[in-house]
């Protein structure tokens, strides 16, 4: 088995943090793993994207040339990837901002309003945590708690209740859809 | 029982110098030989030869050496002196390497004040190529690159290193000398230990420059070339101090 | 010890750290200041760790030189423009016998080029570099366990050989993020007598490359040329992957290597036999070891980021004993793995 996944944005929606914590669980769960940020000159509100390959045997490249997964937080990035997409793959949208939708019929669109989920949480800045919550109910690549130990490792347990604010954002994303 | 007055410094191999007559090359090792001695620190002494004339000096000083590429003295000095910190590491450096080439090297070297120490031997002409223009040749000044003599518009100036050197913070210690008389040469030595001891007290990085004579590639006799330094370079590049913050750096060293 | 998820370029640092590397110069470039910055972070926190940011890479090499030479374990890092700026001082370790560690994150060239991942730079490393009779160990990781491994082994190698050792990776490599688990450094083994560190009450030394005479330049050019061949007879490294019943043979190194597993999975899926044939050490070049393989195999092709620079080394390895195709994305284009596919079907079904 190998899956991979883009997960794309504008700088500061923490689409690096999404990839990064994904592939730390998934290292953490006994996969091979490889995480591959897109980099380029330093520019502040740029788009961002990273890929995160995760297998049982060896990877072989760490790029995506036909990724299972799109998680778009915007809509260039939806433009960007969709036809990378491998036929049946699933496209996640943060419909808050992201009002296009795929020109394609044979991918699964998952469109989810994580922006106003967050604002409605008080916090605008936990959208991509809520999108990480609906992308493992609906991917399940590794099981929500291994997830959320995971994410709070790399972040730093410091403060406990960035951790709370966390596992309630998570939580919301991961009640928001129906496993299937 | 006869007292011996004057003898060849341990610091000196037994090996005849290469240096032309009148050369100040001569001059300036054996000065530094005897600043070795005094202080007692050959032991404890890591030179670095330049490319250039003085590129042979490991074939006449008896410390330990290694030789940098043409300008990176400096920047050699900087890692030895930052793994091995207790030892007395010095660059010996020409114009070219100092102020052209390895201008980069020196400035940031002095610029984050390595406790190091730079002798900078300054005779206005590439001596080991055969008499080209260097940075510190004069206006005028006739070398086998600037046949018609140095010109402002097409070559610059001359550059200035003490001037260049000693407003920058990082920097303790810069004299400019020479080795014209004996009164002169006795100053360079004076020069060449307080640098040294510069150095040996922690205070930060120092530089002596010293106008040298270069009597081969001026077609100069000897005696003219030390009158050409007192009477023309000399004005150009005035001897003197630069910058002494000796006591001021050492109250503050002492205050931490 | 625990397995942790580190980009290419942390991990090089930390592998040096661990190593005994003790003194690092280096000058921002991308796409490797993370390494330069984890060494700032790190040097201060180890005890005797010296980090500079130099002036120039020119001032950085040579800074590493003067610590290597002080007895330091010592490197610097930078990227394809940058290392073209530390060749003087390269040449003058190799020509002073000072061990050091100097690591290339190629990107795309030549000139400034750009900052994406390239192999462009392999005849820059291959052959010494810089001015001079002299050849540098090359090693090439194609996985971030690997740059862990062979950091550590590239500082054995330079101290035993007392050369500088080059680790050639790419932007794609310094970037990416894999688990890595950090094995035990080995102790060092370095002779006092190579160290300069004042000459106390004994005997003054001297360490130079300048040597005028022409007889003892010969023979100092003769030393290092029986020390290169030494070197050639017991450091390569290469990896052999699926050649057992292997058709056609893909040679590539580093980040193409990679991508050419990837493809061989494919075209495996599809019934045809291809095997990769990968270069760990770029110099030494696995010469023989290639050669042997075109006993039971006639069709290879090289596959580099790059217009065809390891090309030249697999002619003259296989000697014209077998068909050799050529697929290079120069200039920082990553081909996928299902393009590098289609070109190997092609050549495969080419086999006459």
Known sequence: MIVKTIFSGFGGQGVLMMGLSLAHSAMNSGYHVTYLPAYGAEVRGGTANCTVAIADEEIASPVASEPDYLVAMNSPSLFTFQNKLSAGGTIFLNSSIVEDRPNRLDVKVCAIPCGDIAQELGNSRVANIIMMGIFIKKTNIVPAEMYLKNLELIMGSKKKTVAEVNRKAFAAGFDYVSDN | MAKKVFGRPKSLKENIFHYCPGCGHSIAHRLIAEVIDELGIRGITIGVPPAGCAVLAYNYFDFDMIEAPHGRGPAMATGIKRTLSDRVVFSYQGDGDLAAIGIAESFHAANRGENISVIFINNAVYGMTGGQMAPTTMLEQKTTTTPAGRHKTLDGYPVKVCELFSPLKGVTYVERCTVTSPANINKTRKAIKKAFQCQLDSLGFSLVEILSPCPTNWKMMPIDSCKWIDEVMSKEFPLGMFKDNITQEKKIAEAV | ?????????????????????????????????????????????????????????????????????????????????????????????????????????????????????????????????????????????????????????????????????????????????????????????????????????????????????????????????????????????????????????????????RIAKGAIKRLRDNGLKVGLFRPITLWPFPELNLRALSAKVKNFLVFEMSTGQMLDDVRLSLQGYAKIDFHGRPGGAVPTPSELANVIARNYDKND
């Open chain 3, 1 to 257: 010890m625990n397995k942790v998820l580190m980009s290419g370029n942390n991990i090089i640092g930390e592998a040096a750290i661990r190593a005994g590397c003790r003194f690092y110069a280096g000058y921002p470039i991308t796409p490797q200041n993370e390494l330069t910055e984890y060494m700032a972070n790190h040097m201060r926190n180890t005890p005797d760790g010296v980090f500079i940011q130099s002036e120039s890479e020119i001032a950085a090499i040579n800074m590493i030189a003067g610590a290597s030479a002080a007895g330091a374990r010592v490197m610097t890092s930078s990227s394809s423009p940058g290392i073209s700026l530390k060749q003087e001082g390269i040449s003058s370790m190799a020509a002073c016998e000072l061990p050091g560690i100097i690591v290339n994150i190629m990107r795309g060239g030549p000139g400034l080029g750009n900052i994406r991942p390239s192999q462009g730079d392999y005849f820059q490393a291959t052959r010494g570099g810089g001015h001079g009779d002299y050849r540098t160990i090359v090693f090439a990781p194609a996985t971030c366990q690997e740059l862990a491994d062979l950091t550590m082994d590239a500082f054995d190698l330079a101290d035993k050989y007392r050369s500088p050792v080059m680790i050639l990776a790419d932007g794609m490599m310094g970037q990416m993020m894999e688990p890595v688990v950090f094995k035990k450094p080995k102790a060092r083994i370095y002779s006092e007598k190579f160290i300069l560190q004042g000459a106390g009450t004994g005997k003054s030394k001297f360490i130079r490359g300048l040597i005028l005479d022409a007889i003892d330049m010969e023979e100092h050019n003769w030393k290092l040329a029986r020390k290169y061949k030494i070197i050639a007879e017991n450091e390569i490294r290469y990896e052999e992957h699926q050649i057992e019943d292997a058709q056609m043979v893909i040679v590539a190194y580093g980040t193409a290597a």
